[in-house]
């Protein structure tokens, strides 16, 4: 757990993010990926270089923790260190993981959203095939109404335009 969080609990990884989070705060948040695991079968798993197992992040599906026009939903999401960054690797598990949300959990649509600034990983929504329309862009529900980041961007991929596309 320590690894995890001095990991992807970095300023620079989480300057999108309200605060880096204390270490029982990223126990916390493994309990529950863990329990959403258990529940739906499904949910974020850590990222590992192939070349040397040494973890670089997560990535996977999850649902969101609270509520808006758009859930219940799926969310796609992702966070590796910045020293892993643009290199593909969000890229890369972001598609695998869509193809296996759309191929085996079957699922309607898949879901991803960030504070509008964060134009990396808007970058990656966009390579994955998800699409942005302004209209469903809100206010992130858990956020201070005065907070920098509580305006999001929401990013959206039903399944029946994934399987007509083939995937991107």
């Known amino acids: 757990m320590i690894r995890w969080h001095l990991l ?12 880096t989070g204390s270490r029982s705060a990223t126990k916390a948040g493994i309990e529950r990926i863990v329990t959403h695991y258990k529940e739906k079968g499904f949910s974020l798993y ?3 270089l ?15 923790s609270f509520e808006a026009h758009f859930t219940p939903a799926v969310e796609i999401g992702w966070r590796l260190s910045s020293t892993h960054w643009n290199q593909g690797y969000a890229t890369e598990g972001a598609k695998a993981v869509l193809h296996y949300a759309f191929t085996s959990l079957n699922l309607p649509e898949v879901v991803s959203f960030t504070v509008v600034n964060n134009l990396a990983s ?8 998800l699409q942005h329309n302004t209209k469903d862009d ?14 999001h961007v929401l990013y959206r ?5 994934y399987l007509n596309n083939k995937g991107i």
């Open 8 to 19: 992807i609990k970095t300023k620079k990884v989480c300057q999108f993010l309200p605060g």
């Open 46 to 48: 850590a990222v590992e």
């Open 50 to 64: 192939k070349s040397t197992g040494e973890m670089i992040g997560f990535l996977g599906l999850i649902t969101p």
């Open 122 to 129: 808007r970058r990656v929504m966009e390579k994955i095939g």
């Open 138 to 151: 809100f206010d992130h529900p858990k956020l201070e109404p005065n907070s920098p980041l509580r305006r």
């Open 157 to 161: 991929l039903s399944r029946a335009d």
